[in-house]
């Protein structure tokens, strides 16, 4: 089975970074934490849809997008 921290971790940096967006910024727009936006790129962290969703919105794609491995 698929490691969907790892893949969520990955997506949400490189979506991120594509935005030119700097964890501090990504986490005051969404109303999270920046150590827990940390923590959910390094894949330590187990986010609820709820946050998945707020973290799509604001990249500018999906939830399901977050959740799909690379290519």
Do not use: F, H
């Not at 698929?2 to 490189?14: F, M, P």
């Not at 969404?30 to 707020?54: A, F």
């Amino acid at each position: 089975m698929a490691d969907y921290a790892k893949i969520l971790a990955g997506n949400v940096k490189a979506a991120r970074k594509a935005l030119d967006l700097s964890q501090e910024a990504l986490a005051l727009e969404t109303e999270i934490d920046r150590t827990y936006i940390s923590g959910i790129e390094r894949g330590k962290r187990n986010p609820s849809l709820t946050l998945i969703v707020r973290l799509a919105r604001r990249l500018r794609t999906t939830p399901a997008k977050l959740l799909t491995p690379p290519d």
